[in-house]
């Protein structure tokens, strides 16, 4: 159970582009989804909370106009990266928990992104 | 903000040996502590999580022990075998909530 499927695996195209890379809880309902960008050999930063319904929340220094996130259903979070550039190439990862406090974070198996 | 330090930052074991990866956070209030298994080009997976009402937890060859106190925490791996070979991370959090991640142990095991 608690199964996160991220999609796409990676994605590369050219700058000025805009990604959509989606996030699906498969066997569960996801009140709240996480995004985070991760950086080789080093740990995952959180990008913006993601609740479904409402507005996403951004953590500090996060373009909220770069980085767009819908959240439309219990199963569902987009993350877009709007006019992409070099910079933005990274692997991006998005979690999710079941419904209700205190559930483990499950992640999907992350999207790279590649601008040339 | 919490704050979450993570050491060794690599670890080499001999196959049977044991790992043990450490991690301090700083926010008394964090009351969540996962531990995080990432093999090279996949999302990170949970292997074992404790809450602030227990001190030690165990499962299989895991265990992870919390001292409130010095807020700290620890992952043991007993009898490591070399496809426990990855990076492992620590994270703490309130209730599950936003996890703050420390930098991550890239442990390998030697056969």
């Known amino acids: 159970g608690a199964v996160v499927s991220q999609h796409p695996s990676r994605v590369i195209c050219k700058s000025g582009t805009s990604v959509k890379i989606e996030c699906r809880s498969l066997?569960?309902?996801?009140?709240?989804m996480f995004w985070y960008r991760q950086f080789p050999k080093q740990s995952l930063m959180l990008m913006a909370t993601?609740?479904?319904?409402?507005?996403?929340?951004?953590e500090q220094g996060v373009e909220k106009d770069k980085f767009l996130i819908n959240h439309a259903s219990l199963t569902l979070s987009t993350l877009t990266v709007t006019s992409a550039h070099p910079e933005d190439s990274s692997f991006y990862i998005c979690?999710?928990?079941?419904?209700?406090?205190?559930?483990?974070?499950?992640f999907g198996d992350g999207t790279r992104l590649s601008i040339l | 903000g919490e704050n979450v330090e993570q050491h060794p930052s690599t670890l080499s074991v001999q196959e049977g040996d044991s790992a043990v990866i450490k991690c301090t956070y700083s926010d008394s209030a964090s009351n969540y502590f996962p531990w995080y298994k990432q093999e090279l080009g996949k999302g990170p997976q949970l292997i074992i999580d404790?809450?602030?009402?227990?001190g030690e937890k165990k499962d299989q060859r895991i265990a992870v022990t919390l001292n409130k106190t010095a807020k700290h925490f620890s992952l043991h791996i007993t009898e490591t075998q070399p496809e426990d070979s990855a990076v492992y991370f620590c994270?703490?959090?309130?209730?599950?909530?936003?996890?703050?991640f420390g930098t991550g142990t890239r442990l390998a095991v030697r056969p």
């Open positions: 993601s609740n479904e319904g409402s507005k996403a929340t951004y």
């Open positions: 994270a703490a959090s309130l209730s599950g909530d936003k996890l703050t």
């Open positions: 404790i809450r602030s009402n227990v």
């Open positions: 066997d569960f309902q996801a009140t709240t």
């Open positions: 979690s999710a928990s079941d419904r209700g406090s205190n559930q483990p974070q499950h």
